[in-house]
């Protein structure tokens, strides 16, 4: 038997198969049921997929619930003059699906330090406050704080409703790409560790540090009036 007349039977004996009326039920059934087998498979993911990105998740654990909700909740993200709220996956997630499936794969860690009980108490979530910090902070900074531009654009800003200084330094460094927003928003929606020895990773030039504050203290009045007069006296030296 020759190559083609090889193929010609296979052909046939397919084609056989596929108009048999039990084999054409079959597999009408079959194609449906694998259909809806898929739609349920994914409507399902995606339900557990929400579920798992709600506030009420995050905070179904003590520890989180007892430690950084509580912080969030004095914050400004939580309670403000025009009653938007950012929730936990919000600041946490990024909104696009591709970037949510990997930040979801990265989380999954958390599920070990809650079997063993890596901040289980208050103590132990002290201890481990700077390093858990330190790895979100740098999360944010290689992703370019894409979960802060979930709210916050950079093109929809209004400099001209902006302090001077803050509209200065977005226009300098935020819309330059020189910095993201947690170089110079740490500790935004929740409490800083000890900041003490650590580089905050940004730090705003002298020509934009401005003034003292109109509130300052009667000894800040005093040494801001001892420098000028200082200043003052070397500049007729010289």
Same mark, same amino acid.
């Given at each position: 038997?020759?190559?083609?007349?090889?193929?010609?039977?296979?052909?046939?004996?397919?084609?056989?198969?596929?108009?048999?009326?039990?084999?054409?039920?079959?597999?009408?059934?079959?194609?449906?049921?694998?259909?809806?087998?898929?739609?349920?498979?994914?409507?399902?993911?995606?339900?557990?997929?929400?579920?798992?990105?709600?506030?009420?998740?995050?905070?179904?654990?003590?520890?989180?619930?007892?430690?950084?909700?509580? $912080?969030?909740?004095?914050?400004?993200?939580?309670?403000?003059?025009?009653?938007?709220?950012?929730?936990?996956?919000?600041?946490?997630?990024?909104?696009?699906?591709?970037?949510?499936?990997?930040?979801?794969?990265?989380?999954?860690?958390?599920?070990?330090? %809650?079997?063993?009980?890596?901040?289980?108490?208050?103590?132990?979530?002290?201890?481990?406050?700077?390093?858990?910090?330190?790895? $979100?902070?740098?999360?944010?900074?290689?992703?370019?704080?894409?979960?802060?531009?979930?709210?916050?654009?950079?093109?929809?800003?209004?400099?001209?409703?902006?302090?001077?200084?803050?509209?200065?330094?977005?226009?300098?460094?935020?819309?330059?790409?020189?910095?993201?927003?947690?170089?110079?928003? %740490?500790?935004?929606?929740?409490?800083?560790?000890?900041?003490?020895?650590?580089?905050?990773?940004?730090?705003?030039?002298?020509?934009?540090?401005?003034? %003292?504050?109109?509130?300052?203290?009667?000894?800040?009045?005093?040494?801001?009036?001892?420098?000028?007069?200082?200043?003052?006296?070397?500049?007729?030296?010289?």
């Amino acid at each position: 038997m020759t190559i083609m007349a090889w193929i010609k039977n296979a052909i046939l004996w397919a084609w056989s198969i596929l108009t048999t009326p039990a084999a054409t039920i079959g597999l009408g059934v079959l194609t449906l049921g694998g259909f809806i087998g898929g739609v349920m498979f994914w409507g399902a993911f995606n339900t557990a997929l929400e579920l798992t990105n709600s506030e009420t998740f995050c905070t179904s654990c003590h520890e989180m619930h007892d430690n950084v909700y509580q $912080e969030l909740s004095r914050t400004i993200h939580f309670s403000n003059r025009s009653g938007v709220r950012a929730t936990c996956p919000d600041c946490h997630v990024p909104h696009q699906w591709t970037d949510k499936i990997a930040r979801k794969m990265q989380a999954s860690k958390e599920v070990w330090g %809650k079997i063993f009980g890596t901040i289980n108490t208050r103590p132990k979530f002290l201890e481990k406050r700077l390093e858990l910090a330190q790895h $979100e902070w740098a999360r944010m900074k290689a992703n370019d704080s894409l979960e802060c531009r979930n709210c916050h654009s950079s093109v929809a800003m209004d400099l001209q409703k902006q302090t001077q200084r803050a509209a200065e330094i977005h226009t300098r460094y935020l819309l330059s790409a020189q910095a993201t927003c947690i170089d110079c928003h %740490k500790g935004i929606a929740h409490e800083l560790p000890n900041m003490e020895g650590i580089d905050p990773g940004w730090k705003v030039p002298k020509e934009l540090e401005g003034n %003292k504050m109109v509130n300052a203290t009667p000894i800040d009045d005093l040494q801001d009036a001892i420098a000028k007069a200082h200043a003052s006296s070397i500049d007729v030296l010289e």
